[in-house]
């Protein structure tokens, strides 16, 4: 009777156990699965940005004749950015560029009040306004996932099962320091 | 230049005990997990007097059917001697704990218990999951078409930003993007409408986005996706369930005597049943969810006009006789509802509410990281008419109180604020031939009245902007373009500089949206405070009072000056307490008195129906058929009875 009662509360126990490991990995799974998600979601904004930025040089060439080399410096910036390819780190590099590129682009037609006043190129600005929110909220989102991540595999009973996964804490989206950005370490989806 | 000290109204500006948006969610959680149980809990409580008033009606339908039944086919002994046995131990239980004497058997007593409670129990339950199932595929479309929404424009510059600023919201919360709908409606106000986060739509109404900056319009935007995300939606639809099943249940009780009522329980049981395409389907929902909180405003039931006709025929009164039991069952229920859901459930449900909206401020802080944008669109937002046609029932999904917040008008902005906007007016005044108003001289009489009278200067320098001038035009643009350059120093209350050029060239509307803009600021005067959809039901608003979410935006790091209460003297204090003393404990003899009223209630219905079951019990015994006469006789009788007795 009594070995029973103690096999009875040992497979329970076990059963329980198990039920919790399960749910701690599936938990892992999703999280990393939403780290990945995340940054493809940075991805999916930086396309859009390359697809608006030659909208924007053709609206923008009419008014701006002898702002050539500004114009020049835009297009290069998204054919470098559109050639960097996989490799993240100089892809992280080439996206600021062309961030800045556009960035002094609108600057420069600060200057020019017919350009201001067409009603296409404000469209086109709040297009591109929130193409770079879109990016810088993508990030937000994305190092805030990671933060979750690493969180939740540093502490203690999941640090066990992230082991046994494999899983090491990701790297945050850095943003402001261009040289940091070489030893980057965030993955593809 | 005086010291913030001088300015008496404002609170110092760095708030005593900063929060982080993170700890503020952490907080928020909890407290909604506190207002959860404290809503099981109001519920539980509330079910105790339902099922008492609704288990006795529950055995007089089955043992009446029983009655009916054993008529044509006779149900075997056993069925009646348990009945009995049961009746039996019911009544010895209720006498024992009515005269206090006597020992209980714990198994009878938990017998006697379950007999009691549970069938209205479990009636109540199936209802409440019935009104789940039914209104689960309700969608959204029904709500929509009440509050006549539009999709945006995507040429038009202000729908494409809000467009945008919902995409880039979902973006930073990770979520599928909310459909957007506008509303070109008087009042400005915004909801999250939906049943869970994939089928979620945004609806704002059109003049906000005239109204408020990008920063702004982001942040409440924000306030809505972090709603969404936070699955505020469902607990929403849960909430007015609850609300809805006890509609139901006042419909099925009043559904034998009237029209209203029964029209009602055909509309819904059309509803489940008809196949219908799923907008057809979803406005059905939406006129059905309407439908069944109206009948939880007590003001005429059907049961009420049956009783009350003066001049009642014959049939009619037989009619009364037999469905007089019933008549306390309904006045049992309504009473319980209404007492209940006022008092108990209803305030619950709204502090839950409640906390869900702060979470939502704090997730909307940790989306766009800027606290100062959400505060500036909630004070502008209370700063205006919030009224918003349609979708009446639906009041608790919006930012702010459809019915008006005007806790946060009058606050100026915090000092230092006021400070920057008077040094942005002068910068600007050398920027552009500007118009000077007659005697500018710099008196340095405090912060405040310089800040009242560049106001005014500004006030009076749009007014020429709209009568034409070019100067005034010229400065205001000036003006709009050093204080853009200043995030921290909101434009909430300037008007549109779009509307100042429309007006330069002679729009007549734009005119009239200034002036009209200027008048709604200077109308002082205390708002009516009314309440719609499921507020009337609970004392307590369902929408913070948007002086605390300042507040709190405040410890997030907002720059707004928190309203703070004049100190009132030491005499009003004491005559506030004072009448608090009177009031409080005259408050609870009324809520005691009440809950009295509903146990008499309650006791009336149950004795009445034991003598209707009685009755039922005797006459079926009876064998009418062979003894015709004694049936006319007995028929006879009761009607003399009756019609003495009025």
Not at chain 1, 113 to 137: C, G, H, V, Y
Not at chain 2, 408 to 431: I, Y
Not at chain 2, 559 to 565: D, F, G, I, L
Not at chain 2, 615 to 637: L, S, T
Request: proline fraction near 5%; aromatic fraction near 8%.
């Amino acid at each position: 009777m009594d070995i029973l009662v103690v096999l009875i509360a040992t497979i329970v126990a076990v059963v329980l156990a198990l039920l919790y490991l399960l749910r701690v990995y599936n938990g892992l799974i999703k999280m990393r699965n939403g780290v990945r998600n995340a940054w493809s979601d940075i991805d999916v904004q930086f396309t859009f940005r390359h697809n608006l930025v030659p909208n924007l040089v053709e609206s923008v060439k009419g008014y701006m004749s002898h702002e050539r080399k500004t114009l020049e410096a835009v297009a290069q910036a998204r054919s470098t950015a559109m050639k960097a390819g996989a490799d993240i780190a100089t892809r992280t590099v080439a996206e600021m560029a062309l961030s800045g590129a556009v960035g002094n682009l609108f600057a420069v037609a600060e200057g020019y009040p017919d350009l201001k006043a067409s009603r296409n190129f404000l469209l086109l600005q709040e297009q591109l306004t929130t193409t770079e929110n879109r990016i810088a909220f993508a990030r937000q989102h994305y190092n805030e996932m990671v933060r979750k991540f690493n969180t939740s595999i540093a502490e203690f009973p999941r640090n066990l099962v992230a082991v046994a996964l494999g899983y090491t804490p990701e790297k945050m989206f850095a943003a402001e320091s261009h040289d940091r950005a070489n030893d980057q370490n965030v993955p593809v989806s | 230049m005086s010291t913030p000290e001088t300015v008496a109204t404002t609170r110092p500006f760095a708030p005593r005990d900063p929060e982080t948006f993170f700890k503020a969610q952490l907080r928020n959680r909890r407290s909604t997990w506190r207002m959860s149980a404290l809503c099981v809990f109001a519920a539980l409580i509330m079910g105790i007097p339902l099922t008492l008033v609704l288990t006795p009606v529950f055995y007089a339908i089955t043992m009446t059917t029983a009655e009916v039944i054993n008529r044509f086919s006779p149900l075997p002994p056993a069925f009646w001697q348990n009945a009995n046995d049961l009746a039996k131990l019911a009544y010895r239980v209720a006498d024992t704990l009515i005269k206090q004497r006597g020992v209980l058997d714990p198994q009878e007593l938990a017998i006697g218990a379950a007999l009691v409670l549970l069938p209205g129990m479990v009636l109540a339950l199936m209802l409440w999951v019935g009104t789940l199932m039914l209104f689960r595929h309700g969608g959204v479309g029904g709500t929509i078409a009440s509050l006549s929404a539009r999709e945006p424009n995507p040429a038009d510059l202000k729908e494409l930003q809000l467009a945008d600023a919902v995409q880039e919201m979902a973006i930073a919360a990770g979520l599928p993007a909310p459909k957007v709908m506008l509303v070109d409606s008087v009042g400005v106000n915004g909801a999250a409408i939906g049943t869970s986060p994939t089928d979620a739509h945004i609806v704002l109404s059109r003049r906000l986005l005239d109204d408020l900056n990008r920063d702004q319009l982001q942040a409440l935007v924000g306030h809505l996706v972090a709603s969404v995300g936070n699955g505020d939606l469902r607990i929403a639809f849960t909430v007015t369930s609850v609300f809805e099943t006890c509609g139901l249940i006042i419909t099925l009780i009043n559904a034998p005597f009237g029209k209203q009522s029964r029209s009602t329980l055909w509309r819904i049981i059309r509803y489940t049943f008809r196949r219908r395409p799923a907008d057809a389907k979803s406005a059905d929902a939406d006129e059905v969810a309407e439908l069944l909180a109206d009948m939880l405003d007590l003001n005429s039931t059907d049961i009420d006009r049956f009783f009350s006709s003066r001049k009642p025929g014959l049939i009619r009164k037989f009619l009364r006789l037999i469905s007089y039991p019933f008549l306390f069952t309904n006045m049992a229920v309504e009473l319980t509802l209404w007492f209940f859901l006022n008092v108990l459930l209803g305030p619950c449900m709204a502090l839950l509410w409640r906390t869900r909206r702060y979470l939502a401020d704090a997730g909307a802080v940790e989306l766009t990281r800027n606290p100062d944008a959400l505060a500036g669109a909630l004070q502008r937002l209370s700063e205006d008419s919030t009224v918003m046609a349609g979708g009446s029932w639906a009041t608790h999904l919006f930012v702010v109180n459809p019915s008006g917040d005007q806790s946060l008008r009058g606050v100026g902005p915090a000092p230092d604020q006021q400070r920057k906007f008077l040094a942005a007016w002068r910068e600007s005044e050398n920027a552009g031939r500007t118009v000077r108003a007659a005697g500018t001289p710099v008196l340095s009489t405090g912060a405040e009245e310089e800040y009242a009278r560049v106001r005014k200067e500004m006030m009076s320098t749009v007014m020429a902007a709209a009568a034409g001038s070019t100067d005034a035009v010229a400065r205001m643009q000036a003006f709009a373009k050093v204080v853009s350059a200043d995030p921290a120093l909101g434009l909430h209350d300037m008007p549109n500089l779009n509307d100042l050029l429309l007006a330069q060239r002679g729009d007549r509307t734009a005119i009239a949206r200034i002036r009209m803009l200027q008048q709604t600021r200077h109308q002082e005067g205390s708002p009516k405070r009314g309440q719609s959809g499921l507020q009337t039901h609970s004392f307590l608003s369902f929408h913070p009072p948007l002086n605390k979410r300042a507040k709190r935006l405040q410890k997030m790091g907002a720059h707004v000056a928190a309203p703070t209460r004049t100190g009132s003297s030491v005499v009003a204090k004491i005559v506030i307490a004072l009448l608090y003393f009177i009031i409080g404990p005259l408050l609870a003899l009324a809520g005691v008195l009440m809950l009295i009223v509903i146990a008499m209630m309650i006791g009336l219905n149950l004795i009445v129906l034991t003598l209707w079951l009685a009755v039922i019990h005797w006459a079926f015994a009876q064998d009418w058929a062979r003894n015709i006469h004694a049936f006319v006789g007995f028929v006879e009788q009761v009607i003399q009875i009756f019609s003495r007795g009025r």
